[in-house]
């Protein structure tokens, strides 16, 4: 009987190695991982008020993609880096107004770092209003507009 047994393990542990084999395929095109992925670059670029509209527009779509859970780590990094360039020249012609679009870009951040796609649609509305009230950049002392 132990020789009965001993044949057995034997049998299944030859089984189980050849479970276990490599098979290569050749005629399965590989592509290198380095020419998988192709990288954009995002360059912003414009006036502050320029930089401000482009924000909205990207801002539009966040509360969607929050919701989605879809983009909405990409859509903040440009909305941050729009900022981050229109930031000086809102410290330069508005100054009073900074930190109102600080906590507004702030609370986007917030919205996608807790999934809170109402903290993004109330960020957007902040935002939307502090951009139609700064002074365009060719109309200093020119009463607000509506861009949107």
Same mark, same amino acid.
Request: with cysteine; proline share 3%; aromatic share 4%.
């Given at each position: ?12 542990? @030859? *089984?189980?190695?050849? =479970? ?11 592509? #290198?991982?380095? %020419?998988? !992925? ?42 941050? @880096? *729009?900022?981050?360039? =229109? ?11 900074? #930190?109102?679009? %600080?906590? !507004? ?44």
């Amino acid at each position: 009987m132990a020789a009965g047994a001993a044949v057995v393990v034997a049998l299944s542990s @030859a *089984l189980a190695l050849t =479970a276990c084999a490599t098979t290569i395929d050749p005629d399965v095109t590989t592509v #290198a991982s380095g %020419d998988a !992925a192709q990288t954009t670059v995002f360059v912003v670029t414009g006036s502050t008020t320029a930089l401000l509209d482009q924000l909205v527009v990207e801002a539009t779509g966040l509360s969607e993609a929050i919701t989605e859970n879809e983009g909405q780590r990409s859509t903040m990094e440009r909305i941050e @880096a *729009l900022w981050e360039v =229109a930031r000086t020249g809102v410290d330069a012609r508005a100054p009073d107004m900074l #930190a109102d679009f %600080d906590r !507004a870009v702030a609370l986007m951040r917030n919205g996608v770092d807790r999934r809170r796609p109402a903290d993004a649609d109330k960020a957007l509305n902040n935002f939307r209003s502090l951009a139609a009230a700064f002074p365009a950049d060719d109309a200093a002392g020119v009463a607000p507009r509506s861009r949107w």
